[in-house]
């Protein structure tokens, strides 16, 4: 993209401002952000300054780290204290489980090393005698990475990579919160995920009655986003629009689709503070089964305390905004964080502790 095109993305003129302004509805009308992207970019450019008194946005569940469950931390820790490398994206340290964090347990001599791609991970196994296990999380837009890194582990030979999978699919998620809550009116959809699913991916929305539209990261993009969704709410169409079709397909991108289903097979699975979401989750298919460190070792966590107060949960059901946590800003802050959502750069929490 030029210069002339970035600096053209970036600007919101008064024209678009005015006409997201002019909606007016005779009832609050809820839209969620799904992914966490779009909840940093909302804040720091203070998009919902902009709405109508009558739209109130919410976040949601797309922030890979917020919604890790804390047992998966523990599972992590118990590798780790039995003196497997754990290899991990760096958002994921600082993490709290039940009991412990890999920070701590890091701070203890136990060896975490931070990658910044699963292939990353695989070099890492490749260069060391120790088993090393992958710490594989994220979704639509990271699994096709991270089931390339599989295929090549299990071609290569490479016995001593495993994986503990924790990874989620967007769609099961949306399809659990629109059924919880029927307050919610409308989605603005994930620009990442939505480059790997396309429109079809959320041909299941029209069925459920609710509007959603494919938004790209910048301010103009959300702002036009939010207005073609309030259109749609107000028209009672319940429609998907691509409104990022200078990175979106309609149809997405088959191939990574076709290596995320020749690696991985749908399974139910927990999401931190909503619970288990049928076919939410992803396992090694059994030609890779081997890789799974589950399957290698039985894994012991000793189940903890939760942190009491903390309403995580709630901030990634869009049921309450942050700073409705009786622990947000006093007791939990980015420096000293209690909840994954404010661990996280991508977390709801954090985004509102930094930007307001
Ligand atoms: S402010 Fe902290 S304790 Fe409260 S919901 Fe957010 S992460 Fe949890």
């Not at 992590?76 to 600082?94: C, K, N, P, S, Y």
């Not at 999380?137 to 295929?151: K, L, Q, R």
């Not at 029209?206 to 259109?231: C, H, M, Q, T």
Request: proline share 6%; glycine share 8%; hydrophobic share 40%.
């Amino acid at each position: 993209m030029s210069d002339y095109d970035q600096d053209r993305y970036r600007k919101v003129d008064q024209e678009l401002v005015d006409q997201l302004k002019a909606f007016a509805f005779d009832r609050l009308v809820k839209i969620m952000e799904v992914c966490g992207t779009h909840t940093v970019a909302i804040h720091r450019f203070g998009i919902q300054r902009l709405l109508p008194e009558s739209v109130k946005l919410v976040s949601g569940p797309g922030c890979p780290v917020c919604v890790t469950p804390d047992t998966f931390i523990d599972e992590a820790v118990f590798l780790a204290r039995e003196g497997f490398l754990i290899a991990t994206f760096g958002d994921m340290i600082r993490v709290p489980g039940t009991h412990s964090s890999l920070e701590k347990e890091r701070a203890q001599g136990h060896d975490i090393k931070i990658v910044y791609s699963p292939l990353d991970a695989l070099r890492v196994a490749e260069t060391s005698k120790r088993d090393v296990v992958f710490l594989s999380v994220g979704f639509e837009t990271t699994i096709p990475g991270i089931a390339v890194t599989v295929m090549q582990a299990k071609e290569r030979g490479i016995d001593n990579f495993f994986l503990l999978t924790a990874n989620r699919l967007i769609p099961p998620a949306m399809t659990a919160l629109i059924q919880e809550d029927s307050q919610l009116n409308g989605f603005i959809l994930p620009g990442h995920v939505s480059t790997v699913l396309g429109k079809t991916g959320y041909d299941f929305m029209e069925a459920l009655n609710v509007p959603g539209v494919i938004s790209g990261f910048e301010p103009v993009d959300i702002v036009s986003s939010i207005i073609v969704l309030l259109r749609l709410i107000r028209e009672t169409k319940a429609q998907v629009v691509n409104n990022y079709k200078r990175a979106v397909r309609d149809e997405g991108n088959p191939k990574s689709q076709s290596l995320i289903n020749t690696v991985f097979a749908e399974t139910d699975a927990e999401w931190r503070g909503i619970g288990v979401i049928p076919k939410s989750g992803l396992q090694l298919r059994e030609k890779y089964a081997g890789l799974d460190i589950r399957n290698k070792i039985e894994i012991k966590t000793e189940g903890g305390k939760r942190p009491s107060g903390c309403r995580c949960g709630d901030v990634l059901k869009g049921r309450i905004d942050p700073p409705e946590c009786p622990l947000f800003g006093s007791k939990c802050t980015p420096d000293s964080p209690i909840g994954p959502c404010m661990v996280s750069s991508e977390g709801s929490c954090s985004a509102w502790y930094k930007y307001g």
